[in-house]
């Protein structure tokens, strides 16, 4: 009972404070004059406070409106009770890591959907056809991976653009679906991806398989997060990604059992309304 309710708990400060640590910085920028502005100037110090109140709530106002469909949806999972999930790979491609994740796949009939970075995408081109080969999709992840907060709509969506054309030019379709660097996006990319109608997609289940850890650990927290409709976040790419390999054989043979199917984002959201609050209670 006390594990459960430390899992809610751990999930829903997850939702809120990963990666909030950039909207801050972003957005507590102006404080850096106020507070240079206030020594040197005399102005009185009960500023500071209510000028960081102030900081503190637009950056809710921010976060939330930035999820609002005005800006379009961001999209976590999607609500269905057929047993079809998304496996979802960031960051690569990444030889051999990529190849050995698609052999997997491949024996146990599965796709699965790989966010590329555009400049690893330029350096491994047959590592992005062998993906489309193998009937599996290819996703935008950046050029670079760097953050883009701070970045004006312009510039996201020349980024966007520029690792869309690459992709296209190696076989890919023309939707293209989308995942901010780092999860992390402000205003700017929900609103360059609605314009283009271009898929904002999200996760609801993420084993933190960056952090290095053992396979075990990795498929364990899968297994125990999945759900109809689930989509997973992996990584391929990133560094060496072994143990991610290995977990991603448990998690298909374990969960092939429980009769899932698992699929391309694309084929999952086509089946149901999408979510786009990964909380589950």
């Known amino acids: 009972m006390a594990s459960a309710l430390f899992s809610k708990i751990k999930r ?54 930035s999820q609002t469909r005005l800006l379009g949806p961001i999209i976590r999972r999607v609500d269905t009770e057929e047993k079809l999930i998304a496996l979802t790979f960031d960051d690569g491609p990444n030889p051999p890591f990529t190849e050995d994740i698609l052999a997997t796949l491949s024996r146990h009939e599965a796709k699965a959907t790989f966010f590329m970075i555009g400049e690893q995408a330029a350096k491994h081109p047959d590592t992005v056809k062998a993906v489309l080969k193998q009937g599996s999709q290819v996703g935008n992840h950046g050029w670079t991976h760097r953050p883009l907060l701070g970045r004006t709509p312009l510039g996201v969506s020349r980024e966007i653009r520029r690792t869309d054309h690459l992709l296209q030019t190696l076989g890919s379709s023309k939707l293209i679906p989308f995942r901010a660097p780092y999860a992390a996006q402000f205003i700017s990319v929900p609103l360059v991806l609605a314009l283009m109608q271009k898929p904002n997609v999200m996760f609801d289940v993420t084993p933190d398989d960056w952090r290095g850890e053992k396979a075990k650990v990795i498929a364990d927290r899968v297994i125990k997060q999945i759900q109809p409709g689930s989509i997973v976040l992996l990584h391929d790419g990133g560094g060496d990604r072994k143990q991610t390999v290995l977990a991603v054989k448990t998690i298909l043979r374990e969960l092939s059992k429980q009769g899932y199917r698992f699929v391309t984002t694309e084929t999952l959201m086509a089946v149901g309304p999408t979510q786009g609050d990964s909380r589950k209670d």
């Open 12 to 65: 829903r400060l997850y939702d809120d404070a990963t990666f909030l640590g950039y909207w801050y910085g972003y957005l507590s920028l102006p404080l850096i004059p106020l507070f240079y502005a206030t020594y040197h100037f005399s102005l009185h110090w009960s500023i500071v406070p209510a000028a960081t109140v102030a900081a503190l709530l637009a950056v809710d106002i921010g976060r939330r409106l």
